[in-house]
């Protein structure tokens, strides 16, 4: 992924956290007949490795647990807010027209070597603990145990468990950096009428990369 000097995130914890919130992660990885792609919650350990790993399942239908390379590396993309930027938003349309729209985007590129895990174990556990870091927030968080232990049996022998050490951890955030301020603080204005959630996550990173500015 291109990176340029206004875009990049420097610290990793940056790029994990991105991870933590949105953890539906675009996994491409090289199969027998070309590039494979599938969509995965992760969970990340910070822990394990100096980046974390990521920890996540496919169903035991998916012949792409079987065909992961002994050494071959592989990419989990992260999306967060992104949002189109038009330039009716920016003062300098009407000052000098010198503007063009934009996209605005936070991603973090995860990268490692895949390994199929089929045990067990492992898989229970995994699952308890992505299940436990997405329920937390709900009033009644639903738990493994409160499914009958031979149903959550018969789930666990249809998925196979898969764990990516994560060698290289790239952030990337595109948040009108190199726009001009008061372009910038249009862009603010303009994303928080538009009302959606994702354009007000967008415009808190906006003015977010402003602060240092002011």
Known sequence: MYVSKHHALPEPGEAQALIEAYPLGAWVVPGTEGLVANHVPFLLDRSRGPFGTLMGHVSRANPVWKQLPASGHSVVMFQGPQSYITPGWY???Q???KVVPTWNYAVAHAHGAARAIDDEHWLRDM???LTAAHESSKPRPWRMTDAPADFIDKLLHAVVGIEIPIERLV???????DEALQDRLGTVSG??????ENAAAMACLVERAIQPLR
Not at 171 to 177: D, E, F, P, T, V
Not at 191 to 196: D, N, T
Request: aromatic letters at 0%; hydrophobic letters at 30%.
């Open 127 to 129: 699952l308890a603990r």
């Open 95 to 97: 000052e000098h027209g």
């Open 91 to 93: 003062p300098g349309k």
């Open 171 to 177: 952030g990337k955030l595109k948040a009108s950096q």
């Open 191 to 196: 994303l928080a009428a538009e009302g959606s």
